[in-house]
């Protein structure tokens, strides 16, 4: 069945997105408007991005001591999306954009990710970058960076971990001091001087467009010197690569900012990821020391700031990893169908022609489960994407109930896909055999490409942190009351399903497990009680959303079946269908119970990992 084929549904049959017309802001678009959107995506994707993507693997980027040297495909694939007005789609008429609900938007970048998610990263930080200046610049900085961001003239980065401060933001030393007199009153923003070093930054230097906008977290020192402690002290500033005037003309002078060296990652290969140095001294516009840096918002204010962008990401990131997942299970189901080997269970003739492994049942299963993964993940990155529209363009009721749930989804739209969309590359890479180990076919760059997405963004430990210590007891647990009043309510519907009430049912009785391990982990009061097993809680928390998604599909499928419409009467679209109610059984059968053991640890406390002596490992 095509990705596409599998995309109208969630789209359509489900999520229904063609109703969003029915808001002024979305006024302008129909059903046909969102098609020729994907169909164009679709196209460019193919010709560019696709024939890029294993070239961008092999030859990595490299640094000659004054440039980074790319493939030159790299820099046609990312022309054609500029030119596509794809970093632009969502965003207002005025600025550029399509005004695209973001649901539309996002499908239509699954297909880039598809193609090559490491060329398609340039463009995912770039979009992320600009909509934080969107919603946290002045106008000026709108109109001097992220209207050119938007256009594809420059593109964006955003650092925020150093060499000895990773995820750990509050140990940051990277320092920012007002640039002199009259530094308050930049036309572009308070003017400050950075100093200092930043690690594992994405897209921090390339030629692929004629400026970089880094997004950078730095303290503000105090007047003895004296950096603020913890991420209450961190700002955020605009450093561009060469220096812009207002409206963005480009001065002609290069700012402080160094490369310093290129991390070689086993994955990711297209996307250069480097050390970057601020004021070290090798560029000094004006003569004076550090890097220009224009601040975004209040002081103290950054971390903040920078959330917006990091959301943007962590849902980035895990539609990244659906389509990792999405392109080796394309790729294992057609290599099953046409391999033939073995015979089938029980054949008593030997000289049987053999049978393609796609009749065997345990290659089903792991098709199957591929299958799960990643449609369910994609339903997942949809459904956060529609939650995104209803925040921006929704009634009042659908704006407060859609930002509260987004909160709560995040940590499992990132992290979720990042794991088991992961698993799916695995089993991609088992289905092939010994051609799955090789660099003669595409699923074993899928599974290196995807082995990044468990660090970006925040590792699992800290989405299960977030997950268990702040977003299901922010407000008194609201998000996790919103969450289960929407998945009892599918499982309302399906009770009344011929074949999915026990489905239904299967669910209600995990969400009403779900909800008592979340008391008892914090029954004690005590952060490092419950904390202590946050990961485990992620996990379970995790398949009981993708149980609630496959519920959902399933009760969508059956309505398109049981309609008996012309989409549906075919043997195609019957195939189609039928395949949502399989993946269905498979989550619910081999999937929903694993959530069993992962909360046993977490409603007892369990103290095994949290007490263990350092010197016993």
């Given at each position: 069945?095509?990705?596409?084929?599998?995309?109208?549904?969630?789209?359509?049959?489900?999520?229904?997105?063609?109703?969003?017309?029915?808001?002024?802001?979305?006024?302008?678009?129909?059903?046909?408007?969102?098609?020729?959107?994907?169909?164009?995506?679709?196209?460019?994707?193919?010709?560019?991005?696709?024939?890029?993507?294993?070239?961008?693997?092999?030859?990595?980027?490299?640094?000659?001591?004054?440039?980074?040297?790319?493939?030159?495909?790299?820099?046609?694939?990312?022309?054609?999306?500029?030119?596509?007005?794809m970093l632009a789609a969502a965003q207002d008429v005025e600025?550029?954009?399509?005004?695209?609900?973001?649901?539309?938007?996002?499908?239509?970048?699954?297909?880039?990710?598809?193609?090559?998610?490491?060329?398609?990263?340039?463009?995912?930080?770039?979009?992320?970058?600009?909509?934080?200046?969107?919603?946290?610049?002045?106008?000026?900085?709108?109109?001097?960076?992220?209207?050119?961001?938007?256009?594809?003239?420059?593109?964006?980065?955003?650092?925020?971990?150093?060499?000895?401060?990773?995820?750990?933001?509050?140990?940051?030393?990277?320092?920012?001091?007002?640039?002199?007199?009259?530094?308050?009153?930049?036309?572009?923003?308070?003017?400050?001087?950075?100093?200092?070093?930043?690690?594992w930054i994405s897209g921090g230097e390339h030629e692929l467009?004629?400026?970089?906008?880094?997004?950078?977290?730095?303290?503000?020192?105090?007047?003895?010197?004296?950096?603020?402690?913890?991420?209450?002290?961190?700002?955020?500033?605009?450093?561009?690569?060469?220096?812009?005037?207002?409206?963005?003309?480009?001065?002609?002078?290069?700012?402080?900012?160094?490369?310093?060296?290129?991390?070689?990652?086993?994955?990711?290969?297209?996307?250069?990821?480097?050390?970057?140095?601020?004021?070290?001294?090798?560029?000094?516009?004006?003569?004076?020391?550090?890097?220009?840096?224009?601040?975004?918002?209040?002081?103290?204010?950054?971390?903040?700031?920078?959330?917006?962008?990091?959301?943007?990401?962590?849902?980035?990131?895990?539609?990244?990893?659906?389509?990792?997942?999405?392109?080796?299970?394309?790729?294992?189901?057609?290599?099953?169908?046409?391999r033939p080997q073995g015979r089938p269970l029980g054949a008593?003739?030997?000289?049987?022609?053999?049978?393609?492994?796609?009749?065997?049942?345990?290659?089903?299963?792991?098709?199957?489960?591929?299958?799960?993964?990643?449609?369910?993940?994609?339903?997942?990155?949809?459904?956060?994407?529609?939650?995104?529209?209803?925040?921006?363009?929704?009634?009042?009721?659908?704006?407060?109930?859609?930002?509260?749930?987004?909160?709560?989804?995040?940590?499992?739209?990132?992290?979720?896909?990042?794991?088991?969309?992961?698993?799916?590359?695995?089993?991609?890479?088992?289905?092939?055999?010994?051609?799955?180990?090789?660099?003669?076919?595409?699923?074993?760059?899928?599974?290196?490409?995807?082995?990044?997405?468990?660090?970006?963004?925040?590792?699992?430990?800290?989405?299960?942190?977030?997950?268990?210590?702040?977003?299901?007891?922010?407000?008194?647990?609201?998000?996790?009351?919103?969450?289960?009043?929407?998945?009892?309510?599918?499982?309302?519907?399906?009770?009344?399903?011929?074949?999915?009430?026990?489905?239904?049912?299967?669910?209600?009785?995990?969400?009403?497990?779900?909800?008592?391990?979340?008391?008892?982990?914090?029954?004690?009061?005590?952060?490092?009680?419950?904390?202590?097993?946050?990961?485990?809680?992620?996990?379970?928390?995790?398949?009981?959303?993708?149980?609630?998604?496959?519920?959902?599909?399933?009760?969508?499928?059956?309505?398109?079946?049981?309609?008996?419409?012309?989409?549906?009467?075919?043997?195609?679209?019957?195939?189609?269908?039928?395949?949502?109610?399989?993946?269905?059984?498979?989550?619910?059968?081999?999937?929903?119970?694993?959530?069993?053991?992962?909360?046993?640890?977490?409603?007892?406390?369990?103290?095994?990992?949290?007490?263990?002596?350092?010197?016993?490992?």
């Amino acid at each position: 069945m095509s990705f596409r084929a599998t995309l109208d549904f969630l789209l359509h049959d489900w999520l229904r997105v063609e109703t969003l017309t029915q808001r002024p802001r979305f006024a302008e678009h129909s059903r046909e408007t969102f098609d020729a959107v994907l169909d164009t995506c679709e196209r460019i994707a193919r010709e560019t991005f696709e024939p890029a993507n294993r070239r961008a693997d092999v030859q990595e980027p490299h640094f000659d001591g004054e440039r980074v040297h790319l493939p030159e495909s790299t820099r046609t694939a990312t022309e054609a999306y500029a030119a596509s007005g794809m970093l632009a789609a969502a965003q207002d008429v005025e600025i550029g954009g399509m005004q695209l609900p973001c649901v539309v938007e996002m499908a239509a970048n699954a297909c880039f990710f598809k193609g090559s998610v490491a060329i398609s990263a340039y463009a995912m930080l770039t979009t992320g970058n600009a909509s934080l200046l969107m919603a946290h610049g002045t106008p000026q900085q709108i109109d001097s960076f992220a209207r050119h961001e938007f256009s594809g003239r420059w593109f964006g980065s955003m650092c925020l971990s150093e060499p000895q401060a990773g995820s750990s933001l509050g140990d940051v030393t990277t320092r920012a001091r007002p640039d002199g007199e009259g530094s308050e009153h930049d036309p572009l923003g308070p003017r400050y001087r950075l100093s200092g070093h930043k690690m594992w930054i994405s897209g921090g230097e390339h030629e692929l467009t004629e400026n970089i906008v880094h997004l950078v977290l730095a303290k503000i020192p105090a007047d003895d010197g004296t950096l603020p402690a913890g991420v209450k002290g961190l700002s955020l500033f605009i450093v561009p690569k060469w220096l812009v005037q207002p409206g963005g003309r480009l001065t002609g002078e290069r700012n402080d900012v160094a490369l310093a060296g290129l991390n070689h990652k086993l994955g990711y290969r297209g996307t250069t990821n480097t050390l970057l140095n601020f004021g070290e001294g090798r560029f000094r516009p004006g003569g004076a020391a550090g890097a220009v840096g224009y601040r975004v918002g209040a002081p103290g204010e950054g971390l903040r700031c920078m959330f917006h962008m990091m959301n943007e990401a962590r849902i980035g990131v895990g539609l990244g990893a659906v389509m990792l997942g999405y392109a080796g299970y394309e790729s294992s189901l057609a290599y099953a169908k046409q391999r033939p080997q073995g015979r089938p269970l029980g054949a008593k003739d030997a000289g049987r022609p053999p049978v393609a492994i796609v009749e065997h049942a345990d290659v089903k299963r792991m098709l199957l489960a591929q299958k799960a993964y990643v449609e369910g993940g994609l339903a997942l990155a949809l459904y956060c994407a529609r939650l995104v529209d209803d925040k921006r363009s929704g009634s009042a009721t659908e704006q407060a109930e859609a930002g509260v749930l987004l909160e709560l989804l995040t940590p499992i739209a990132k992290s979720w896909p990042s794991e088991w969309c992961l698993e799916a590359n695995s089993l991609a890479i088992q289905v092939l055999g010994g051609s799955g180990y090789t660099r003669d076919f595409p699923v074993e760059q899928h599974w290196r490409d995807n082995r990044l997405n468990m660090i970006h963004e925040g590792t699992h430990g800290i989405q299960g942190l977030d997950l268990l210590g702040r977003k299901v007891v922010m407000d008194g647990g609201k998000g996790l009351r919103l969450l289960a009043g929407r998945i009892d309510a599918s499982i309302a519907r399906a009770g009344q399903v011929a074949g999915l009430a026990e489905q239904g049912n299967a669910l209600a009785r995990a969400l009403q497990h779900l909800g008592a391990a979340t008391k008892a982990a914090w029954a004690s009061g005590e952060p490092r009680d419950a904390l202590a097993n946050a990961t485990p809680y992620l996990q379970a928390f995790g398949h009981v959303v993708l149980a609630w998604m496959w519920l959902e599909l399933a009760l969508a499928a059956r309505a398109a079946l049981d309609a008996g419409s012309d989409t549906a009467s075919g043997s195609t679209a019957a195939a189609l269908y039928h395949g949502k109610l399989a993946a269905a059984r498979y989550f619910f059968h081999y999937e929903l119970p694993k959530i069993t053991a992962w909360l046993a640890v977490v409603e007892t406390r369990d103290a095994t990992c949290r007490d263990l002596d350092p010197d016993c490992l």
